[in-house]
């Protein structure tokens, strides 16, 4: 159980391009979502973190209009890197959370998409 | 603020020994999560252990065993009968009750050796 999907898992776009990235949780319903971007060699840097229903919230240094995050259901949360330019090349890895596993601050991730703007 | 610190950028263990990877966190909480992810090269991160700081009982899951030291702030991460399909990146992470929120360490390298 407990299986999160993104996709795609990877996207190569022209700068300017925006991209949109999804997060599925496909066993449960995920009334939490979080994104993290991870550098080469680096941890993971919680990006925002995802409510159903309701609007993201952006970690501090996180630009909101840059990145876009849409929760419109309990099994799917979106992220849109709009206006892509190279520096936002990375590594974006989802995650969310099961209310109903005791102790449910357990977080269960997604593959990751590998994002390269040229 | 919360922090945790990861100490040992990378450890190598030969195939079937024990390794240990340690962990240590900064909090003024008093309930908490602690966590141990793995992450191989496929940079799927996967659960290996976790922890509630309530219990005093180490996790243990099959070869894997956490030493829990709540008063020095600790959280090791023991290996044992290490295998080839253990090599990976492993994260050790925080995460105050209640707030649903990860704060991770650097990340120790482990290479497991033939």
């Known amino acids: 159980g407990a299986v999160v999907s993104q996709h795609p898992s990877w996207v190569i776009c022209k700068s300017g391009t925006s991209v949109k990235i999804e997060c599925r949780s496909l066993?449960?319903?995920?009334?939490?979502m979080f994104w993290y971007r991870q550098f080469p060699k680096q941890s993971l840097m919680l990006m925002a973190t995802s409510n159903e229903g309701s609007k993201a919230t952006y970690e501090q240094g996180v630009e909101k209009d840059k990145f876009l995050i849409n929760h419109a259901s309990l099994t799917l949360s979106t992220l849109t890197v709009t206006s892509a330019h190279p520096e936002d090349s990375s590594f974006y890895i989802c995650?969310?959370?099961?209310?109903?596993?005791?102790?449910?601050?357990?977080?269960?991730f997604g593959p990751g998409t590998r994002l390269l703007v040229l | 603020a919360q922090t945790v610190t990861q100490s040992q950028p990378e450890m190598s263990v030969q195939e079937a020994e024990t390794v240990t990877l340690s962990c240590t966190y900064d909090?003024?909480?008093?309930?908490?999560?602690l966590f141990w992810y793995k992450q191989p090269p496929s940079r799927q991160m996967i659960l290996v252990i976790r922890?509630?700081?309530?219990?005093?009982q180490n996790a243990t899951e099959n070869r894997f065993s956490v030493n829990f030291q709540k008063a020095a702030k600790s959280f090791s991460l023991k290996i044992s009968d290490s295998q080839l399909g253990d090599a990976a990146m492993y994260f050790c992470?925080?995460?105050?009750?209640?707030?649903?929120?990860?704060?991770f360490g650097t990340g120790t390298r482990l290479k497991v050796l033939a």
């Open positions: 992470a925080y995460s105050a009750s209640g707030t649903y929120k990860y704060i």
């Open positions: 995650s969310a959370r099961d209310p109903k596993v005791a102790g449910g601050e357990t977080q269960y």
């Open positions: 066993d449960f319903q995920a009334t939490t």
């Open positions: 922890q509630e700081a309530y219990k005093q």
């Open positions: 909090t003024s909480e008093s309930d908490y999560y």
